[in-house]
């Protein structure tokens, strides 16, 4: 039995040796199945035996683990950069990882600014989101860019690989398209009915602005000029009247219809999951 024990304890402390050499390339990794997969198998492969290596390899693959080198996971470092923007909170830490846990248990925190001071401590700076990229140049520093399982900004709702945003300010369709460009985004295209159904549920005013608008009689494109493929006309749309170049999303039904684009109305932004918070 005192046998079994120092095999078991000999084992966990090469694993733990094995993970420490390991943490430059877990610091870069996501928290995906493909990397952990990675990890795992280059982890397993440097065990002395077979039971070390089953231990390793399941560490990676199958138990939420909670300890420093994992917690790097959910995040992308930027060396010798700094973002600029709101500032939830600063501390004193005495590790990258101190930082990191900080900004997880933190709803409101998007990124990191960590600045070196000595080599046993650093600034930890909890950034708040920030719609455009800011960047600064900085020796002493490194950015860290929160990778959010979710992958959409605080706000925004999440849909098939892509983030959405209602915004219940009434304005015209021009303004509309203005004000999602600023948060790096674009007003809202459809390309399914399960699309149409989840924006039509985000919203329960009378009527939305669509991105989608008539560039040249009849030729119905979405704002970055792609082609409408699917469309979700009620009975007497598009009605051809000159002048109704853009078009509007009823809640009743979620039908669309054209329409003048000097209308007042509410809107929606769509942006890509992973467009969220600028890299540096």
Not at 174 to 192: G, T, W
Request: hydrophobic share 35%.
């Amino acid at each position: 039995m005192a046998d079994s024990k120092t095999d078991h304890a000999q084992s966990f402390s090469r694993l733990k040796a094995i993970l420490s050499k390991l943490k430059p390339k877990i610091t870069e990794a996501k928290l995906e199945w493909t990397n952990r997969r990675k990890i795992g198998t280059l982890c397993a492969a440097k065990m002395f035996n077979r039971m070390d290596a089953a231990v390793c390899f399941f560490v990676f693959m199958v138990v939420p683990f909670d300890f420093s080198l994992s917690t790097s996971m959910y995040f992308k470092g930027f060396r010798h950069k700094f973002l600029e923007g709101p500032i939830i909170s600063e501390f004193s830490v005495q590790s990258d990882f101190e930082c990191f846990q900080k900004c997880l248990r933190d709803s409101h925190c998007s990124s990191v600014n960590i600045k070196t001071i000595t080599e046993e401590s650093s600034l930890c700076r909890l950034i708040g989101n920030v719609s455009k990229s800011n960047c600064k140049h900085g020796l002493e520093y490194t950015h860290y860019k929160k990778l959010s399982l979710a992958q959409c900004p605080l706000g925004w709702h999440h849909h098939a690989n892509n983030c959405y945003v209602i915004k219940f300010e009434n304005v015209t369709w021009q303004v509309a398209k203005q004000r999602c460009h600023s948060m790096d985004s674009a007003m809202v295209s459809i390309s399914s009915v399960k699309e149409n159904a989840f924006v039509r549920g985000l919203f329960y005013s009378d009527t939305i602005w669509l991105g989608l608008e008539d560039f040249s009689s009849g030729s119905w494109r979405w704002e970055d000029g792609s082609p409408a493929s699917f469309t979700y006309w009620q009975a007497s749309a598009p009605s051809g009247q000159l002048g109704q170049d853009c078009v509007k999303m009823s809640h009743q039904r979620g039908k669309w219809n054209d329409c003048q684009c000097d209308l007042l109305l509410p809107y929606v932004c769509k942006m890509p999951e992973n467009a969220i918070t600028p890299f540096c």
